[in-house]
RNA sequence: GCCGGGAUGGCGGAACUUGGUAGACGCAGCGGACUUAAAAUCCGCUUCUCAGCAAUGAGAGUGCCGGUUCGAGUCCGGCUCCCGGCACCA
């Protein structure tokens, strides 16, 4: 085989030639300008900011390498934050890992792996490919959650609450979750199971003495507040609204017939009030014992409510309304009438008082419940104009009507109804206004090794005290190699951690062996960046003035909306209230984000089509990563993964580099100074192209940024005259496409002659004089059908577009043999004849 | 059940909070050029139906039904389906 092989030949002169003249190679220009980025420092935020732009995108759980799923994210924050500086804006742009959490205790549960050993090496390898796709992050500010220099300001944040009175201690019925042997919150309990990892285990209810943050306090601040929160989602802050569940009504106080006794009712119906026919007390009330006590009830009202507290929720929720007689009655206070009293399963404890008046001709769940226990029902509200019959009710009336049978109030209107009852009660000092949530005081201790340590101590002459400030952080003992749950904290069987001093008194003690919900490390890590080495505060207050709020906050999605997006609203109102920021709201805007899906399902290591950053990155380069996911959907919709996206973006890239190194000498740094009649369409596309993609980078809408980007490229495909109108546009090309496609883009302009990165440069702005045409298309309507177009000069007159359409062939076709009722002008865009 | 959001070609998605050429841009597909060939690249076509050798012409078309308007993807009323949230909250 000597040279009888010309193919083989070919193919090789082929591919030297794609490698030296069509294709860029990514890998080196990559990490050459990451390189330059780095020794520039070019991300590196100022402390004292000129003109501050904070954009945050929310950190990350550190799961184990990241995947393209999660880069949305980061790289729809690196397009805003590049913009933003070429801007003029000095951009605080951090990121940081929430590393404390429940995959990391299981990860050493079943591997054996400490948990900090497995937290630190996922977040080593997820920096590594972060790095990778060129993301412009102030690293010297990186936060680490689970380190003691962040959880020491968690647990000084712990004590801050603590101090005003916003953490306390209660006993009470939990949501406890058999699998991860733990208390949950209430947002992390989705339809009665458990939602924390991936356990999904049913929940139970418990009976435990546990930590709680007062966010009920904040309610109604929380809800007011959103009404000044413009730049956030409506529908984050209607769920928001939902899930604080104001409801105002009126408390009514009830006397218990023969024992020395009250309950206390909530209701939104005071008006309804002289239809009471019953009351249902919760199951868990503290007060049923003292009620039954001695009742020829008592041991069916016990065994009932046995049964009920050991049901979940759920199933509480699915079966039956049921309930028990106690054979206790209660006094209505507005007409002394006696009604029997239930214990319900339906009555919710947390809510309200856990005692609620049974209307059953104005409620559903009343109308049931007397249905099934014969109990009287009282019509006290009619429709207006029409009058109900107790008898032939088959459901309960709700809405609002005229009170009657009601003494005094008979004949008001619902809502006056509502305001002279509650008056009438406050004046005799038995009830009156109230407002109930349905937010509730936000559990955070957890029965779990992997969190911040709760720094509280108890002594048994001194009782409970906060660890004091110098004294913290209190270090999570790292010697430590049981995990499995057994119902407690495995800190509980660490002596070394669990026997100190007391601060107090400096005897023996004991440390609270729980561990904090890591929603608590979240809401104040965006503090922390601001001024993250700080070793005397968690922030200065200085700093913390220069770079507050939050001017963009990035986030991963709607799932935050009643958990994270809540609390740390909460924690920046209690800091501000103490006096440590000036804000009393984090963030000024949101941006949510949709999920990255791969094959129909969300992109997770888990479902096993997690598309690796590190190895699609080494294939085809940061840059086609970054458009790949930029250009397949808006950026708060859900986009699928697919490599077809990939294709296009490489080709995009190509094809510019192509343009770019083929023109090498005309491209133009200077707008052109006389545009030649050739190429003034092509200047007014460039000038259009630049104004959208400005506007369309302020509103995330990167992927019609980018269309029009490619609209460009095959406009300057298609210019025969390459003059420096064509090669001001390449360069309009490299500067807009910088955002976006930063390496390529600072590669171009420096093969143009451009000095270090465009990330350096001002924004690119367009020649307003050449924005529009001179001559545009006039559409010709019949009866508004589309029949014709017309090229004329702008703005003419609308007489002389009457007579070209008239003397249009296709127009007069669709005339024929008809009368002309009128005509409608728009200048410069249609002229609809009407026709009959 | 209640509260949000959505439904546009074979596919991802455009159409400027303002009613005015629906389908930008990309992917896939088809045709052509270059090549001995292939890949890559470049140029063109590509919503559907009907008529025509053709340029082209006619009709239908933005989930369904109806309305307002000279004109509706866009506004109004009713409905279906999909996604998300809340759900015994008194």
């Known amino acids: 085989m000597r040279c009888r092989d010309p193919w083989g030949i070919r193919v090789i002169v082929d591919y030297v030639v794609c490698l030296a003249k069509m294709q860029f190679k990514h890998s080196e220009i990559e990490s050459k300008w990451q390189r330059y980025w780095k020794e520039r420092g070019l991300f590196k935020a100022a402390d004292d900011p000129k003109k501050k732009f904070y954009n945050l995108v929310m950190f990350a759980y550190p799961s184990g390498d990241i995947h393209m799923g999660h880069c949305k994210n980061y790289v729809i924050g690196d397009v805003y934050t590049r913009f933003k500086m070429r801007e003029g804006f000095d951009v605080l742009h951090p990121f940081g890992w929430d590393a404390f959490g429940l995959p990391a205790e299981n990860q050493a549960i079943k591997m054996g792996i400490h948990p900090e050993k497995w937290t630190l090496e996922n977040i080593r390898t997820s920096d590594e490919s972060l790095r990778l796709l060129g993301i412009g992050y102030d ?63 049913l929940v139970e209810k418990r009976k435990l003495n546990q930590w709680f943050f007062r966010i009920t306090k904040y309610a109604d601040r929380l809800l007011k507040d959103l009404d000044g929160l413009d730049g956030w989602p409506d529908s984050v802050k209607v769920m928001q609204r939902n899930w604080i569940g104001k409801s105002e009504g009126c408390d009514i106080a009830f006397e218990i017939a023969d024992r020395k006794l009250h309950f206390k009712v909530f209701t939104t119906r005071p008006d309804t009030i002289y239809g009471v026919t019953f009351l249902s007390v919760a199951p868990e009330h503290p007060s049923i014992d003292e009620l039954v006590r001695g009742s020829a009830c008592e041991s069916e009202v016990r065994q009932y409510v046995l049964q009920a507290t050991k049901r979940s929720d759920r199933e509480r929720i699915e079966k039956e309304k049921d309930g028990v007689p106690t054979g206790c009655f209660a006094i ?125 101590v108890y002594c048994e002459k001194c009782g409970m005290s906060p660890v004091p400030d110098e004294e913290l952080p209190v270090l999570l003992p790292k010697n430590i190699t049981d995990f499995i749950p057994k119902g407690r904290s495995p800190l509980a069987a660490v002596e070394s951690f669990i026997n100190t001093k007391c601060p107090e008194c400096g005897e023996k003690a004991t440390r609270d062996p729980d561990t904090m919900d890591t929603f608590v490390c979240s809401s104040w890590y965006f503090l922390r960046y601001i001024d993250a080495h700080n070793e005397r505060e968690f922030c200065a207050k200085d700093k913390a003035d220069r770079w507050l709020p939050i001017d963009q906050y990035i986030g991963g999605g709607s799932e935050h909306a009643t958990g994270h997006l809540i609390y740390f609203r909460f924690f920046s109102k209690v800091l501000h209230d103490a006096g440590y920021i000036s804000t009393d709201e984090p963030a000024v805007n949101l941006f949510n984000l949709g999920m990255v899906l791969k094959d129909g399902e ?38 699928e993964w697919t490599d077809e996206g990939v294709t296009g973006a490489e080709r995009f890239l190509n094809r510019l580099y192509r343009l770019v190194t083929d023109n090498v000498v005309v491209i133009a740094d200077k707008r052109p100074e006389v545009i030649s009649n050739d190429n003034e369409s092509l200047y007014i596309k460039i000038n259009q192209t630049i104004s959208k993609v400005t506007a369309d980078l302020r509103s995330f809408k990167y992927n019609t940024a980018i269309a029009a980007l490619w609209e460009l490229l095959n406009a300057l495909y298609g210019t025969r005259v390459r003059d420096h109108v064509f090669g001001y546009g390449i360069h309009a090309m490299i500067h807009m496409l910088s955002p976006f496609a930063p390496h390529i883009a600072d590669e171009l302009w420096s093969m143009v002659g451009g000095k270090g990165s465009l990330v350096e440069q001002p924004w690119i702005e367009q020649d307003d004089r050449y924005m529009r045409s001179k001559s545009g298309t006039i559409v010709i309507q019949i009866n508004g059908r589309v029949r014709s177009h017309l090229e004329v000069s702008r703005s003419m007159a609308e007489d002389e577009v009457k007579k070209l359409a008239f003397d249009d062939e296709r127009v007069n076709r669709h005339l024929e043999g008809k009368d002309i009722k009128k005509t409608i002008y728009v200048p410069d865009k249609l002229l609809n004849i009407v026709v009959q």
């Not at 690293?139 to 020491?152: A, K, M, S, V």
């Not at 209430?186 to 199971?193: F, P």
């Not at 099934?372 to 006290?380: R, T």
């Not at 619902?414 to 009660?425: I, N």
Request: proline share 7%.
């Open 139 to 201: 690293w010297e500010r990186e936060i680490i959650t689970c380190l003691p220099d962040y959880y020491r300001w968690t647990q000084w944040m712990f004590t801050l609450l603590y101090k005003r009175g916003l953490a306390y201690k209660k006993e009470a019925y939990v949501n406890w979750c058999p699998g991860c042997q733990t208390v949950l919150a209430n947002e992390q309990v989705i339809d009665g199971a458990c939602y924390r990892s991936n356990c999904r285990s």
């Open 332 to 456: 209505n206070p507005i007409n002394g009438e006696k009604v029997p009293i239930f214990v319900a399963d339906y009555v919710l404890l947390e809510y309200g008082s856990g005692v609620v008046m049974g209307v059953p001709a104005h409620d559903a769940r009343d109308f049931q419940f007397a249905k099934k226990y014969g109990l009287p029902i009282k019509v006290v509200i009619n429709p207006p104009g029409e009058a109900l019959d107790a008898e032939s009710m088959t459901e309960a009336y709700e809405d609002p009507g005229i009170m009657v049978d009601s003494a005094e109030f008979t004949g008001l209107e619902s809502g006056e109804g509502m305001k002279a009852v509650a008056r009438s009660l406050s004046q005799k000092d038995l009830g009156g206004p109230s407002v109930h949530y349905r937010l509730k005081d936000w559990l955070i201790s957890r029965q779990r090794y992997w969190g911040a340590p709760i720094p509280i």
């Open 602 to 639: 969300v992109m997770s290591k888990s479902k096993g089509n997690a598309v690796p950053v590190g190895q699609f990155v080494g294939k085809h380069g940061a840059d086609v990563a970054r458009l790949a996911i930029l250009f397949a959907a808006p950026p708060e919709r859900e986009m």
